[in-house]
Nanobody, 123 residues
């Protein structure tokens, strides 16, 4: 069983930066692909970014060039550095773990999810 705990959310102004962290426990973190998703009020959860166990990364077009995913396998932690934040980035951000680290990166790929952390960007 893998537990994921996100932190780092908060209320910021447009243009600000924020770094989210997701600490994993109970599994072999270095083997997993890790993803970040977000869910705005009244909207479906959407893909934000993914880090494969081999080091490859992927970003949604809406965050490309502004967000950076990284991981520290020694600390069992994945990060999401968010810059040039926009009001449309507001939502609950979730991290998730894919124990198979396959090529598919949609929601169904993930086996474990964190509880989420709120990010609010004011204009």
């Amino acid at each position: 069983q893998v537990q994921l705990v996100e932190s780092g959310g908060g209320l910021v102004h447009a243009g600000d930066s924020l770094r989210l962290s997701c600490a994993a426990s109970g599994g072999t973190f270095s083997r997993y692909a890790m993803g970040w998703f977000r869910q705005a009020p009244g909207k479906e959860r959407e893909f934000v970014s993914r880090s494969w166990s081999g080091g490859s990364t992927l970003y949604a077009d809406s965050v490309k060039g502004r967000f950076t995913i990284s991981r520290d396998n020694a600390k069992n932690t994945v990060y999401l550095q968010m810059s040039s934040l926009k009001p449309e980035d507001t939502g609950v951000y979730y991290c998730a773990a894919d124990v198979r680290s396959g090529s598919y990166y949609g929601m169904l790929a993930y086996d474990y999810w964190g509880q989420g952390t709120q990010v609010t960007v004011s204009s």
